[in-house]
């Protein structure tokens, strides 16, 4: 009976220590591979670094889907782009597309034929080799079509927005493979933008979704639940692969090993092993977490930017001015002409007699004081804009636009060029004796959008306009812009960058973005006209110089015109530790742009 | 007893047929929908969006659309979220979790400190104890929620002893088990601190004044002058009456334990249910508003009947009157 119940004794302890001891072993973390420099792969001109390291940034969402064909938000985006690449990439310092997975394009005597030369031996991160089989699979999943079995409508197969972006000329695009390292596209029409164009699409690996094409599930493959229970099904050719999702708190990809990417002494990119993006939505919090050191990179806006940079001094991390926001923040006017279904009009025909007149657009623009706003609002850290492309576009921005400054005596004599007359106590009327008064919606919830519509107020006070601010949640704004058109005059902003091209919908006169009055049958105005015709020209114009002149004009003609009055353009700031070697601020990009270049010289920052 | 179940059930069923039209109608009136943020986007070209429109049913009328989630609703298929292109339960699946365990250690946190207090300040009446805990209590409970976040926040910024925000620590996945369990821990002092402590301060003044209350009842006297021991007359008859409100209020608790809260989640950045919920009530993802609404009544009704049952556990009165 002793004996026995220490037997029990000792298997419970063997049993308990063998468990604690187990309970105790880490799982071990993959040990980054190294893989021998093979095919023609791309050199980089950075300095040389070393490997090892990781990095950790922010995202405010979590990833809506890993998807390409599949709307996502901006974390989405960028996410993907750490995962997938396109046949070229456009450089924010050289301003012009280099070679990505493709390596050079040729273009044929009529300028409709692009034969593009793919980049050869390369692989994707499962180890499978890149071809171009790949890219004709990834053209057939975004413009293959199907007929409607009940109404005979040619109808997209996967509808994604590519469907459209790709019509040229009113034809799909046609493209074809010549070998396994060479494809050719043809379009049926002129098209100056096209390098830019095809640089949207994200290859796609046809060894692992080609399945799913024909099953038709590609638009329910790669979600974020493949992310989280096999990341290992979502392969690219990035410099990174998922390693983890745990959603609500980050994600987690480490290094491709058979990324296409060498430094001058052979050593694959990118340098860092681990990538870490941790999800927080708070923009406080954000800020938070850089300046206590527990990330490496953020944004900072400049209202932070007093209490973050001395922060620095601690957590050894700098703050960089990277010039002017991409984006556009404006105020318009209603000028839709037409009716609603009861026959009665959008805009009440008096102020749209007013907001039609361009003489009282601009005179809007010169009794508002930007420079006030910019000194009050953003601390100094913004400036004046002038033009419907943002300066940070360096390449596309035309400096040299009509320029309206803070005028009140101009704005007046404006208004009375209009035949419209002052009262004894400065009130404003119209000819026919109308109080010169007009609703503003504004978007609520954002105290810098608050601040600026109290100025706005004031500033049409001093010119004797009484302006009726409404604060609306941005679904009812969108309805009353994009459905109703039941407003006088709004604001908003638009994000921008790159190519021009891509703003077709903002402007041209039947673009439903063309807000002050979208989606027109025919050109309403004359300057509308002027536009719509140069930007058919810009796209048939193959000379670089003679259509980014094009784009001067057009550019200039939106800042005669002001359907859009230009408010300010932010500076923006982004913070990294100063540990990071190779890195380059643009302001055409964020900071970490060439992440594949980024490396660190301490050895123990690792997981 | 049975029959009792068989009620609630019946009951149960009409609450959720209720809430869920009702819900619907109201995300139908507000105005736009899921689709209305993508068609600013100069990138997204208009077609597309009458596509998915289409594609997602929003171009039928909104009775249309719930006849056809009720459909599915009964074959347990809630519907796929528009944003995240999956089925709504995985997503909520992915955050239950998280939620859940926050909801049990900021429960347990409270129960466990306001009741040993609340009657120790009870017994106590007007000792420096009562004084000081009366005092922190109202402190405490006039302090709003994310002030105290924001200032606890602020602490651990400074001193740097706890983790901020999250639920694990970067290299999570790479721990052994008993670490993994000390780390998830250690991320969960914070937001349970936060949500526990204005909790406490109210719970404690409910037990103490019931406490008090029962007291004074003749049972107590008549226990006394029987000359039973003072801690059986507290702990066995006092206490039980003193209780029965507390467990009311734990029917609502457990209600709320699957909702999350929104305040600590932004904040302290915690992957629970209330982000994904209010992001989805902000973008109109109407399947995941309508799911996480339906649940969120379950659990009340669930919640209220496991009070029933501890309640006739507790109190025979009950029982017997049951009968």
Known sequence: MRVLRSMTRTHLLIFLGSFLLLSCKRIPIPERVHLPIKGDMETAECEVGKHGGQLILIASTEPKTFNPLVPGDYTTSILLGRILNSLFTYDPIKLKYIPSLATSWEVSEDKKTYKIHLRKGIQWSDGHPFTAEDVIFTFDCMLSTVKDPETGEIKPRFPSRNFVQYTIGGELLKYKKIDEHTVEFKTADLYAPFINDISYADILPKHKLLKYYEENSLLSQWTSKTAIESPEEIIGTGPFKILSYSPGERILLEANPYYWKKDKENNRLPYIDHLVYKFVEDSNAQTILFATGESDSTGISPEDLNWVKPMGKVHDFSVLEKGPDSGISFIWFNLHPGKNKEGKPYV????????????????????????????????????????????????????????????????????????????????LFDEKGNRVQFRFLVPGGSSSHEARATMFKEFMRKVGIDLQVRFLDWSTLIQKIQTTYDYDSATMGFSGGGDPSGGKALWRSDGHLHIWHPKQKQPHTEWEKRVDTLWNQQEKELDPEKRLGIFNTIQNIYSEELPLLFLVNPLTYSGIKNEWQNVKVTPEASIIWNIDELWIPSKDKKL | MISFLIRRFISLGFLLFFVSILVFFLLWLSPGDFL????????????????????????????????????????????????????????????????????????????????????????????????????????????????????????????????????????????????????????????????????????????????????????????????????????????????????????????????????????????????????????????????????????????????????????????????
Request: hydrophobic fraction near 45%; include cysteine.
């Open chain 1, 348 to 427: 009440d025909p008096v102020k749209l007699g007013w907001f039609s007149d361009k003489r009282f657009r601009q005179a809007i623009l010169h009794a508002y004081n930007r420079q006030a706003l910019i000194d009050s609002v953003y601390f100094g850290k913004a400036k004046v804009l002038h033009s419907i492309t943002s300066p940070a576009n360096k390449k596309w921005h035309n400096p040299d636009t009509f320029k309206y400054d803070y005028n009140p005596n101009r704005s007046r004599e404006l208004f009375l060029d209009m035949g419209f007359y002052y009262d004894n106590e400065g009130l």
């Open chain 2, 36 to 323: 209305a943020e993508a068609s600013i986007r100069p990138d997204i070209p208009e077609s597309f969006i009458e596509e998915m429109r289409q594609n997602y049913g929003l171009d039928k009328p909104w009775y249309i659309q719930y006849l056809i989630w009720v459909k599915n609703a009964i074959t347990l298929d809630f519907g796929h979220s528009m944003s995240y292109n999956i089925p709504v339960m995985d997503l909520i699946a992915q955050r239950l979790p998280a939620t859940f365990l926050l909801s049990c250690t900021s429960m347990l946190f409270v129960w466990s400190i306001a009741i040993p207090l609340g009657i120790l300040a009870a017994i106590k009446q007007d000792s420096w104890f009562d004084k000081t805990s009366r005092f922190l209590a109202s402190i405490t409970m006039s302090i709003p929620e994310f002030l105290l976040a924001v200032l606890l926040l602020y602490l651990i910024a400074r001193t740097g002893v706890l983790p901020i925000g999250g639920l694990t620590s970067v290299n999570h996945e790479f721990l052994s088990p008993i670490e993994k369990i000390l780390d998830y821990l250690h991320h969960l002092i914070l937001p349970t601190l936060v949500l526990g402590t204005v909790g406490i301060s109210g719970m404690m003044r409910v037990m103490r004044a019931n406490f008090m209350d029962y007291m004074r009842e003749d049972f107590v006297r008549t226990a006394r002058a029987k000359g039973l021991p003072e801690g059986t007359i507290m702990f066995k008859h006092v206490l039980r009456n003193a209780i029965n409100p507390l467990i009311t209020s734990f029917g609502f608790a457990f209600s709320s334990l699957l909702s999350g809260s929104l305040l600590v989640e932004k904040v302290l950045n915690f992957p629970g249910l209330g982000l994904l919920i209010f992001d989805s009530f902000m973008k109109e993802d109407q399947y995941v508003v309508m799911a996480s609404i339906l649940m969120s009544c379950t659990m009340l009704v669930f919640g209220n009947l496991l009070a029933d049952i501890l309640l006739a556990w507790t109190d025979p009165r009950i029982r017997s009157s049951a009968k």
